[in-house]
């Protein structure tokens, strides 16, 4: 059920329907390669959000477009708003979906960027606010090497043909490298969004790791730091090779997985927090 969708009336039907869960996307705008619309993130999470509910009645409210993406104003088309405000804007959403019957919101993280900023925000409210629980979950929780390794134990994926099985078990068969931009992300814009994916760009900036940092030592909670490092390695804001394996039917075989394990978490959370009747 989308949020945007309903008539006010059908709001109490939806609260009980949904044992009284919100799904809140939350990704960002920010330039993924030359192939990629900055909106990626948005988009996937929001479309797993609404295709997860469909197996798990929930209602999803509108994807947020407003992440973390600090350091990255070097291109154009990435909105960056200041921390408080965007901490303020998490804070008022949930408390205004909370307002309106909803005892539950899971922030559903499309973005790497965004896990620090939204684990410390559950932290620091105590995991509620105004009487409604705040949960968060990353959303990319599988990929392509998962994939392979799926395939190579015989499950089947009726989306792929055996060329798409040859792409991806060549792809992890040779370690080839993958992240921000890369063939996951690109074969998921395939299947969701294609007319807005150009896959002539796709070598336009090169998404290698150039290695700079490698003699450093990196404190894994700095998440500053970590961006630093990100950065200077994938100057280009892209991570990945061999975009040409991408393909629509990889990014639904790997979108049905993470759009079942969406659902997985949404009747989780519903068993856990649902109020007894």
């Known amino acids: 059920m989308r949020w945007e969708d309903l008539r006010e009336e059908e709001f109490d039907d939806a609260i009980e329907r949904s044992g009284g869960v ?3 996307p939350v990704g960002c705008l920010e330039m ?22 469909r197996l798990e009645e929930v209602v999803v409210f509108s994807g947020l477009y407003f992440g973390s993406v600090p350091g ?15 901490l ?9 979906i909370g307002r309106n019957g909803f005892d539950t919101v899971m922030l559903l993280n499309g973005h790497g960027g965004n896990r620090a900023v939204l684990d410390e925000f559950v932290r620091s409210v105590g995991g509620k606010i105004n009487n409604v629980k705040v949960v968060t979950r ?3 929780q599988y990929g392509i090497q998962r994939l392979a390794r799926d395939l190579r134990g015989g499950q089947k994926f009726p989306e792929l043909t055996e060329e798409d099985k040859e ?3 060549t792809f992890a068969e040779n370690r080839y490298l993958t992240g921000h931009a890369s063939v996951n992300e690109t074969s998921i814009m395939l299947a969701i969004d294609g007319e807005n994916v150009d896959l002539s760009r796709a070598e336009a900036v090169s998404g290698l790791n150039l290695h700079i940092t490698d003699g450093y030592r990196r404190r894994p909670h700095s998440i500053n730091g970590e961006l630093g490092f990100w950065l200077t390695d994938h100057p280009n804001s892209f991570e990945g090779e061999h975009i040409e394996l991408s393909s629509a039917n990889i990014g639904r075989a790997i979108l049905r997985r ?14 856990r927090y649902v ?3």
Request: charged share 30%; proline share 1%; aromatic share 4%.
């Open 32 to 53: 993924h390669g030359q192939h990629l619309p900055v909106g990626t993130d948005t988009k996937t999470c929001t479309y797993i959000a609404l295709e997860a509910a």
């Open 22 to 24: 919100c799904v809140l």
């Open 167 to 169: 792409k991806v078990l």
């Open 88 to 96: 303020e804007l998490l804070r008022e959403l949930c408390s205004e």
């Open 275 to 277: 109020k007894k009747k």
């Open 138 to 140: 990353n959303e990319f």
């Open 258 to 271: 993470r759009i079942e394990l969406q659902a997985k978490a949404c009747g989780d959370l519903k068993k």
């Open 72 to 86: 990255l104003h070097m291109w154009k088309g990435s909105i960056d708003l200041s921390l408080e405000l965007r």
